[in-house]
């Protein structure tokens, strides 16, 4: 298989995990649970930034062309305008940012906590833009309730990650 055969059966291996990540879903309120958190970082630290970032945008591209790969099997341009659109959205700035930071030698961990960061500011932003209130009231139902599990997954993909790499090159 050359190197470029292989690198697209990776990424689209890793989009079929972001996709099944994001059809298990634990409705806790306006936004909820599921596991695309470790899939998205699972597939940066398995296939690196650029690889890892192609697959997040090939996810995104499948939903906005209508395939129902959101949460709750759901796709199109309406899946953007829900109080997730913007975690939708934060996953691509996460992984351009862990791209970023991790070419400029930023270990993989804090890279990931940073882009899940900017994951949580996007969809901050696009909750309060779409339905109002105030920034802690926001912050309340949108991140305080979630850092502790996405933290976890982070850990789970970076465990993941670490085992996986070893048998897939970068």
């Known amino acids: 298989m050359t190197g470029k055969t292989r690198d697209l059966s990776y990424m689209a291996l890793m989009t079929a995990l972001l996709v099944l990540c994001a059809w ?14 470790f899939g998205v970082f699972a597939a940066l630290g398995i296939l690196g930034g650029k690889r890892g970032t192609i697959t997040v945008l090939v996810y995104l591209a499948l939903g906005l062309a209508g395939l129902p790969v959101f949460s709750g099997f759901t796709g199109g341009p309406a899946g953007f305008m829900t109080p997730t659109g913007g975690y939708l959205l934060g996953f691509l700035a996460a992984a351009l940012l862990y791209w970023a930071l991790t070419a400029k030698g930023l270990p993989q961990a804090p890279a990931m906590a940073l882009g899940l960061a900017a994951c949580y500011t996007l969809g901050t932003i696009w909750f309060y833009l779409l339905y109002g209130g105030s920034l802690w009231s926001i912050l309340t139902l949108c991140v305080f309730p979630y850092i502790l599990p996405d933290c976890l997954k982070i850990i789970l993909a970076l465990a993941v990650s670490r085992r996986v790499s070893r048998v897939i090159p970068r």
């Open 24 to 37: 298990l879903v634990l409705p806790l309120g306006p936004v909820t649970f599921t596991l695309q958190t």
